[in-house]
Every structure is written in C-alpha cells, then in structure tokens.
C-alpha cells in the first residue's frame, strides 16, 4: 500500500483575470478577456496532482469560516485527500492573479496568508507515522512544524518559489529540507545559488526556468538539464510549479532515476498550463511512464 506525503500549507481562493498584457503603470481601464474563481496556492496545487496520480495526501492548512473556505473544502474533495483543517478567526486567503497571453503573472494577495500565534499539529504528527515525506510550504504558520518534523526524522522537500538566493525568511525551511524546489525568476545566476545550497547538505535541487524548462544539481556535483515540454496552447499558467513538484516527486516516489523524475515534472507542468485547473484532468499515471 503506498504511504501518504504529508503537505503542511497553501490553499487560498483565487480570481483569475486574463489581459492581452500587463498593465504598465500609467493610468488606464483594462478590459479583460475572461475573470474567473478558481482554487489556488501551492499545497492545493501539489496536493490535486498528487492525488491525481495516485498518490494518497494528508494536507493541513488554514481556512476561515466563510463562503471562500467552504469554496476551498468543496474543490479539495477528493478521495486521496485527507484535509487536515484548522479554522482561524479571520479571512481565508484569497489572491487576485493577472495574467498575460504569454504566461506572465502579477499576483495580488488581497487576504494574505494567516499566521496564527499558536498551531495544533496534533493530528498532523499522528498522521505523519504514516507518511513517507513530508512536503513543507513556505507559508509563515508552518515554520512551527520544522522542529518536530527534523526530530522525528522524516524526509522534508520545500519549495522556495522566487528565493532570490539572500532572503532570510526562507532560511528555517532551506536549514530543516533534504530536496529544494525553487525558480530562477529572480535568480540571474542560478547555479550559483544551486550550488550553495547542495554544499549545505542537499540530496539535490531543482531549479525550475518557466517556458525555459528546468535544471537539477545533485549533491555529487552532476548537473542534469530538462527542456520545456510543448503544448499545442496555454490556457493558464497558474499553478505548472506545483504540478512540476508533483510530476517529479510522484516518479521519485516510484524509484525512477532523476532524469525519468525531470521528464516527469515536465509533462505535468506541461498538462497544467493547458487547463484552467490547478491538475489538470488528463494528468494520469500513464502520461507520466
């Protein structure tokens, strides 16, 4: 029986809007092509590819008691999901996403995040005796999980989105992860990045480039490159990180060689893009293999 990944924040309630192009910042009255709501963040967006591909999903995270969180509990009904909620007080986070024709993105975080003083992970830590890795958002609340997850010993694997190599907030999850995921939109010189945090102990790190594809450095110095995997048109570019994260972790998972988890990422990061959700519905098992 295949052991659940445990995924520690990230689901907000987002409004997509679709422009011909960014707007720059003089004055003006856009008119969109289309708007939208739509499920968004990264563990929601890690938690459906998963479970997309058969992979069963513990996922905590935060939501209000309103319309928008019950929006969230209705899109993460799924039957390899165990949703692990805890209501706050305040708002559900929710983002309004600009997006381009050619994939650029400006998002605004109109309820951000919560960050409550105090979590109750209890049911996560009785669920962690189950699970095989444990997925942890850079998400302020679950910086208090890092502690009792290094004790008990589990694998940790962060995503750090936009690191731009220096930003001390990221810092706690870089210290406590064994993989790292993160993108080269504000790292002009990646490799460098990559190889210092290899040098600080990594297994390996993922650097992802956009229509660019990806690189991988591993802790014995190796450097694998995978090219941008073509669709034939892009629909929304929301959430391809996520479903990369996904794609690679789900053939790691199966014991695939780094490369076969590279071409897997890119497949589903690739499916993504062609649909409006965060999984796409043709992502399967066999369109990764």
């Not at 058969?54 to 939501?63: E, S």
């Amino acid at each position: 029986m295949t052991k659940p990944i445990l995924i520690l924040g990230g689901a907000s309630l987002d409004t997509i809007i679709h422009l011909p192009e960014l707007p720059s910042p003089e004055p003006q009255t856009l008119w969109p092509s289309e708007s939208y709501r739509a499920l968004g963040s990264t563990g929601a967006g890690k938690s459906l590819n998963l479970a997309s591909l058969g992979q069963p999903v513990v996922f905590h995270t935060l939501l209000g008691r309103d319309t928008e969180g019950q929006q969230i509990r209705d899109a993460l009904a799924h039957p390899r999901i165990r949703v692990l909620e805890e209501e706050t007080d305040g708002p559900t986070e929710q983002h309004v996403n600009l997006m381009s024709a050619d994939g650029k993105r400006i998002s605004l975080f109109i309820q951000p995040p919560p960050e409550p003083e105090h979590v109750d992970w209890t049911q996560a830590q009785q669920a962690l005796a189950e699970c095989s890795l444990a997925v942890v958002n850079i998400l302020g609340y679950t910086r208090s999980a890092l502690p009792w997850l290094k004790a008990a010993g589990t694998p940790i694997w962060t995503d750090l989105h936009d690191y731009d190599g220096h930003n001390p907030y990221h810092e706690p999850f870089i210290e406590a992860a064994r993989a790292i995921f993160l993108s080269s939109d504000n790292l002009p010189d990646y490799r460098t990045t990559m190889e210092r945090l290899i040098h600080r102990g990594k297994e390996f790190v993922v650097c992802t480039h956009g229509s660019e594809g990806a690189t991988l450095l591993t802790s014995d110095g190796r450097w694998l490159e995978q090219p941008v995997v073509s669709v034939s048109g892009v629909v929304d570019t929301n959430g391809a990180g996520d479903a990369f994260f996904s794609g690679f972790l789900h053939r790691y998972l199966q014991g695939a060689e780094l490369t076969d988890c590279l071409r897997g990422g890119a497949i589903a990061g690739a499916l993504c893009v062609t649909s409006r959700e965060l999984a796409s519905p043709d992502l399967n098992t066999q369109r990764l293999a």
